[in-house]
Structures are given as C-alpha cells and as structure tokens.
C-alpha cells in the first residue's frame, strides 16, 4: 500500500517560514492536499490540489509538489499556526484515501 | 453552505457492532463528483481512513478494516452509514465523516468521540 512520509515535528520561530514535507513514491504525479488539526478540532483543509487554497486560508499557506516530495510552505508563521498537519492523496492504484502520519508544528 | 453531521452511540460494548450516521446539509448525497468518507482518528494518534462510498452505492474500504466493514448510503435521506462489526478496545476514536475528491481534498464533519468499554 502507498506510505506518506512526515516528519513528526517541525519548530519554527515566528515570523519565519515554515516548511513541511511529505514524501511518497512518485507523489508529484498525485494530487496533494493539507490539512491542520487544533487540539480537540477537525481537520481544516489548508491547501487542496498540491497548491490551491480554499477560500478563507491565508496567502501565507501554499504548496508544492514535485518528484518523490510534496511541501506545504507557512510563510510569516504566526503562534496561531500552532498545530498538526496532516497530508493526503487518493492513491489511483487501489482506490485508498491515504493520510501522512502527520507534523506537529510548534511556534517557539 | 455544506454541513456534514455524524450520530450515533459514544459508547459500544466489546464485540458488538458500532453505527454511525453521518448526515449531508446543504449539499447533494447523490453529486457525482463526490465520494463520501469515514476517517478515525484514536486518542493522541493520527488519522486514519475507514472507507468510502459513492452515490451509486460502490464502496471503498481499508483493507485492514474490511472484513468488519460496512459503509452504505442513502440517497432518499442525504444520509450515509458505517457499521464496524466485533469491535475491540483498539476501535476507540473520534470518527469523522467527510466529502472528498481526488483533486478537492476532504471536506469535514465535526466528529463524535465512540469509546469502546464494558
């Protein structure tokens, strides 16, 4: 079955930028979407289609996703950025939703 | 404005059956540009997905589910369901359900806490 790969954390100091990835065989060929999860919350769609932004997300949050490697990048990372972030793809070979294992992003 | 609403019991006993509901506001069951989906995600861990269904009855599960998996819809009521046979501790999660596509990402509910106990 297809494996997504995050790293389980990420620190960033605010006002930097924040950069997470998520690796996967070929993902650049996939469509990839983002999502952060506040403690006791849903998920929150952040980026959909490796770079498009549902309306009401910040500029701040945008994607890319090239080769084996898919980034969700937070620019000018704010204390409210604080949170999981999962991504995800529909995997067209066994027709299986797949999830990363998720980021914890901490705002030092 | 789309709303997707689980229901069911928060606590099933060990080796019965979990039912959920998950009704669909503001917005089409019958789309066929959507699939609707159950995704879990246990205390302190990651998401997982269940399964999904599309309008016309077709259904996708997670294999490592599938033999205790039922996921249907209902057109007629702009409901879909899940049932999880022989549950066990380990089926303790929030359970979410969500409308997705390949290419829109995955839109959804609020989620409802099911715990599995004596």
């Known amino acids: 079955s297809y494996v997504l790969t995050q790293p389980p954390s990420v620190s960033v100091a605010p006002g930097q930028t924040a950069r997470i990835t998520c690796g996967g065989n070929n993902i650049g060929s996939t469509s990839v979407h983002w999502y952060h999860q506040r403690p006791g919350q849903a998920p929150v769609l952040v980026v959909y289609?490796?770079?498009d932004r549902p309306s009401g997300i910040p500029k701040r949050f945008s994607g890319s996703n090239s080769g084996n490697t898919a980034t969700l990048t937070i620019s000018r990372v704010e204390a409210g950025d604080e949170a999981d972030y999962y991504c995800q793809m529909w995997d067209t070979t066994s027709d299986h939703v797949v999830f990363g294992g998720g980021t914890k992003l901490t705002v030092l | 404005h789309l709303q997707l609403q689980e229901s069911g019991p928060g606590l099933v006993k060990p080796s019965e059956t979990l039912s959920l509901t998950c009704t669909v506001s503001?917005?089409?069951?019958?789309?066929?540009?959507?699939?609707w989906g159950w995704i879990r995600q246990p205390p302190g861990k990651g998401l997982e997905w269940i399964g999904s269904v599309y309008f016309s009855g077709f259904t996708y599960y997670n294999p490592s589910l599938k033999s205790r998996l039922t996921i249907s819809v209902d057109t007629s009521k702009n409901q879909f369901s899940l049932r999880l046979s022989s549950v066990t501790a380990a089926d303790t999660a929030v359970y979410y359900c969500?409308?997705?596509?390949?290419?829109?990402?995955?839109?959804w509910g609020q989620g409802t806490l099911v715990t599995v106990s004596s």
């Open positions: 503001g917005g089409s069951i019958s789309s066929s540009s959507y699939y």
């Open positions: 289609d490796d770079g």
């Open positions: 969500a409308r997705h596509s390949v290419t829109t990402g995955l839109y």
